[in-house]
């Protein structure tokens, strides 16, 4: 799909040294036990040396290890802080722990060529105006490409799982986002203030965003997938059902990729103990090479750091 990719300049920042704690050392061996020797005695009460000693040992306590001290949200700050400043080229970071609202930003308000992340909200737009009886998503849409003929909620499901951009042009044909369409109303109640994002055969995916931006979006998505509204289920399945590289988790994640020239991004809602939304935006895309090497890691390097923090700042009072 073509692209308009951003065009600032870009500012190289300098290169730190990251920090590692080191696991504890092992507790030092203990001494050798020390044998009791017992005197068997004779039948007048005289002691027989002769009898053979009975060794027996010491009881010695066991030594409980020193457990590992938790890393606090001060030092997670400082790791996750401290990998930013060495990387390369420019990389936003938002997070938001849904429950209280702690927040960590980094660059949030950088703009990027928003890529395939246009199309989260875009879906999320489509399934509400169903949900209002606004459009029918049982419509069928005609084969194109790559993309079979199917229903429009098989192509939201298509669009968001697979960042499939034929089943995108599918639904976009019928249902176009032009900037003078409602879309762009609909990103200013999600907290988007982006009149020129839009997606359309005349424009196919157009716009920036920032990382508050994203993260802005993945809060709605979150009240939307906790709704009982009637897509809700259906649309939650589609960002679970993503499965790419870049930000990883060993909890469940609500995901959406965008990638393109100057473009590689990556933003999730992480369902924790204590839930929280991700977005990672940065300059490190590529129009020939999906996921390139090394930005594709860096980011997940940048969610494993993350994930730390969210889990050690304590939770805010309400």
Not at 82 to 89: A, D, I, M, Q, V
Not at 209 to 224: E, Q
Not at 262 to 274: K, N, P, R, S, W
């Amino acid at each position: 799909m073509s692209k308009l990719p951003l065009a600032s300049a870009l500012c190289a920042l300098s290169l730190l040294a990251g920090c590692y704690a080191e696991p504890a050392e092992e507790a030092a061996a203990l001494p050798d036990a020390v044998s009791a020797v017992t005197s068997s005695e004779t039948e007048d009460g005289e002691e027989d040396d002769s009898a053979s000693p009975l060794a027996t040992a010491t009881p010695q306590p066991t030594p409980t290890p020193t457990p590992e001290p938790a890393i606090t949200e001060e030092e997670a700050l400082s790791a996750l802080n401290t990998y930013l400043e060495s990387l390369e080229g420019v990389v936003s970071v938002s997070c938001v722990r849904i429950s209280d609202g702690y927040t960590y930003e980094y660059n949030a308000d950088c703009e990027y060529y928003t890529a395939s992340l246009l199309k989260a909200p875009y879906a999320l737009w489509l399934c509400e105006r169903a949900d209002a009886g606004e459009i029918d998503l049982t419509t069928a849409l005609p084969a194109l490409d790559t993309a079979p003929a199917q229903t429009a909620q098989d192509a939201i499901y298509s669009m968001i799982s697979q960042s499939d951009n034929d089943a995108a042009t599918q639904l976009y044909r019928v249902w176009p986002a032009y900037t003078e369409s409602d879309f762009s109303a609909f990103l200013l109640t999600l907290g988007v203030d982006r009149p020129l994002n839009a997606l359309s055969d005349e424009t196919n995916i157009q716009g920036v965003f920032s990382s508050r931006d994203a993260a802005n979006i993945l809060l709605a998505l979150w009240d939307y997938f906790e709704s009982d509204a009637a897509n809700a289920a259906s649309l939650q399945q589609a960002f679970l059902d993503a499965d790419h590289p870049m930000l990883e988790s060993d909890y469940e994640m609500a995901k959406k990729y965008g990638s393109w020239e100057y473009a590689l991004h990556d933003m999730a809602i992480v369902y924790a103990d204590e839930p929280y939304c991700i977005a990672v935006l940065t300059s490190w895309g590529s129009a020939e090479t999906d996921f390139p090497e090394p930005g594709a890691s860096q980011i997940t390097e940048i969610g494993n750091l993350a994930a730390v923090l969210m889990e050690s700042a304590p939770l805010q009072a309400a």
